[in-house]
């Protein structure tokens, strides 16, 4: 099992800076990708972003240039800056861990934090 608690969000104006983090206990060496997805009032959850062990990552479209997404040496903790902050860039912030076990996948998901971007 793999616990997640981010942290980091809030109240920004549009242009605005934050940073995400995400604090991961547990079974943590098993973990083969962490990312973050967000999920706005009446829409499905997206993926914002998402790093590999080997360090390959991957972005929206919508975040590319604007967000980085990075992690310290032992996997403990995941984070992402989002910088030039748009109004449609609010919603709730979920963390995600990734295993892999032969053909099956295990997500393991994290609580949530608001970030919203006011005009």
């Known amino acids: 099992q793999v616990q997640l608690v981010e942290s980091g969000g809030g109240l920004v104006q549009a242009g605005g800076s934050l940073r995400l983090s995400c604090a991961a206990s547990g079974s943590t060496r098993r973990i083969n990708a962490m990312g973050w997805y967000r999920q706005a009032p009446g829409k499905q959850r997206e993926l914002v972003a998402t790093?590999?062990?080997?360090?390959?990552?991957d972005y929206a479209d919508s975040v590319k240039g604007r967000f980085t997404i990075s992690r310290d040496n032992a996997w403990n903790t995941v984070y992402l800056r989002m910088n030039s902050l748009k109004p449609e860039d609010t919603a709730v912030y979920y963390c995600?861990?990734?295993?892999?076990?032969?053909?099956?996948?295990?997500?393991?998901w994290g609580q949530g934090t608001q970030v919203t971007v006011s005009s």
């Open positions: 790093m590999t062990r080997g360090g390959t990552t």
């Open positions: 995600n861990a990734r295993r892999y076990s032969g053909r099956s996948q295990y997500d393991f």
